[in-house]
């Protein structure tokens, strides 16, 4: 199945957005973590992993359909090179359901 955004939110002077998913799921996404797990090769470096890194401004400004595979977030600060394809953006999910509190929490 290949999973697509069906409706995305992510009001002005929030800092969370949510993607509604073709399966019916709901996706949240703080902006820290958005910011944070930028895939693009400023952030992350050439080395193909992509590790969280904090910092930037963390106003989202614009969202910005690619093709049918993914979105480009532009940030406070005229970041905006990073493309979160629909997996990788499904697969950073940071609903209840998709991270768990840690065992004793």
């Not at 400004?61 to 049918?68: A, D, M």
């Not at 209840?96 to 840690?102: E, H, L, N, Q, S």
Request: charged share 15%.
């Amino acid at each position: 199945m290949n999973l697509v955004p069906v409706k995305i939110k992510a009001p002005h002077g929030a800092r969370l957005m949510q993607v509604e998913w073709s399966d019916g799921h709901l996706g949240i996404y703080p902006h820290d973590v958005l910011r944070g797990l930028c895939p693009c090769a400023g952030c992350q470096g050439h080395s193909g992993k992509i590790e969280y890194r904090a910092g930037g401004n963390l106003e989202l400004r614009e969202i910005t359909p690619v093709g049918n595979y993914g979105l480009s977030l532009q940030w406070g600060d005229g970041h905006a090179s990073g493309i979160y394809n629909f997996q990788y953006l499904r697969s950073i999910c940071q609903c209840k359901a998709c991270r768990p509190a840690p065992p004793g929490a």
